[in-house]
């Protein structure tokens, strides 16, 4: 089993910046990607940022150029950098991680619990 723990929300006025944390935990082999998504009231949850096991990054248009993916392989954890906020950015964030506990070739996919972001203007 594998724990992914989130951490860095708030409250921020526009143009200020937050940086999320994302931890995973357990059982570990190797984590392949490791993503950002967030989701607004009343909208679908959305892919933010991705990044590759090995650095490897792509971004929605919404957040290229303020928002900067990074990891920390030897922590097991990934970060995400948002600068320039905007209103439009309040929701709440999620970490995805697609792993692979045996090193047998199967991954499977797990969720933080998401840490809420709110953009006042």
């Known amino acids: 089993q594998v724990q992914l723990v989130e951490s860095g929300g708030g409250l921020v006025q526009a143009g200020g910046s937050l940086r999320l944390s994302c931890a995973a935990s357990?059982?570990?082999?190797?984590?392949?990607?490791m993503e950002w998504y967030r989701q607004a009231p009343g909208k679908q949850r959305e892919l933010v940022a991705v990044?590759?096991?090995?650095?490897?990054?792509n971004y929605s248009d919404s957040v290229k150029g303020r928002f900067t993916i990074s990891r920390d392989n030897a922590k097991n954890t990934v970060y995400l950098q948002m600068n320039s906020l905007k209103p439009e950015d309040t929701g709440v964030y999620y970490c995805?991680?697609?792993?692979?506990?045996?090193?047998?070739?199967?991954?499977?996919?797990?969720w933080g619990q998401g840490t809420q972001v709110t953009v006042s203007s």
């Open positions: 995805y991680a697609d792993v692979d506990s045996t090193g047998w070739g199967g991954s499977y996919d797990y």
């Open positions: 357990g059982s570990i082999f190797v984590i392949n990607a």
């Open positions: 990044i590759s096991s090995g650095g490897s990054t």
